[in-house]
């Protein structure tokens, strides 16, 4: 009976260490995802309500045809709405359209919206495209050895930039590039579709990039940088065409 009864004890005393260990590694488990969960909700945030003032590309005399061009009217309304960028922020909302525009910069406390049925088109008239000095850390273009052109959407020292939308669309019109770049006849490096330069607090989001003339996504020397939620395409033969491509960054999250 002493036998049976120490045998049982034994059978007690390993149910209840197992039931304890099961509870530690529960509430371990339960307090990961807790503060997993709120590390994921400091990224997100809804960029269409997160600025004081905001105006439509249309106020600044956009034509959405696909024809007309847009690079003036984006300019016009950026250097409009930078005037808020220390009273709340802004935003420029780009409505449904087909929109043809050259290189535009943004500023600081900055949000650009598209529409979901927004298309950006990138002009093929180089003199839309400035030209601005290679890298500092490359020396030289990739493409050539001069300069290169400003990317499509350009940003430098800049702190809380937002470019998204509801799944709208910038295409690059690649194909006008690609052959240039094939037929060795650039005199500088194409653009990329977005490049952020030395800047802080970054969201590129929700939008489909296609057919890029060169990289889609370059953030560089910047920090606390997010991107998500991107389609990106482009043909199999495009030359460079890579998605994202996070130089000399740090606390990135993709």
Known sequence: MELLWKAHMRVQVIRLVCALLLVTLLSSEVAESRKAKT???SFEYKAINCRAHSASLTDFGGVGDG???????????????SQYASKGGAQLYVPAGKWLTGSFSLFS???????KDAVLLASQDISEWPVIEPLPSYGRGRDAPAGRY????????????????????IDGQGAFWWQQFHKKKLKYTRPYLIELMFSDKIQI??????????????????????????????????PNTDGINPERTYQVKL
């Open 150 to 169: 400003t990317s499509l959407i350009f940003g430098a020292n800049l702190t809380d930039v937002i470019v998204t939308g509801d799944n709208g669309t």
């Open 109 to 115: 406390h900055f949000t650009l919206y598209l529409n």
């Open 67 to 81: 024809k007309t061009s847009n690079t003036k009217a984006f300019q016009s309304a950026i250097s409009h709405l």
């Open 39 to 41: 590390v994921s909700t």
């Open 205 to 238: 989001s929700n939008l489909t990039l296609l057919n890029s003339p060169s990289w889609n996504v370059h953030p560089v020397y910047s920090s606390n940088i997010i991107v998500k939620g991107l389609t990106i395409i482009a043909p199999v033969p495009s």
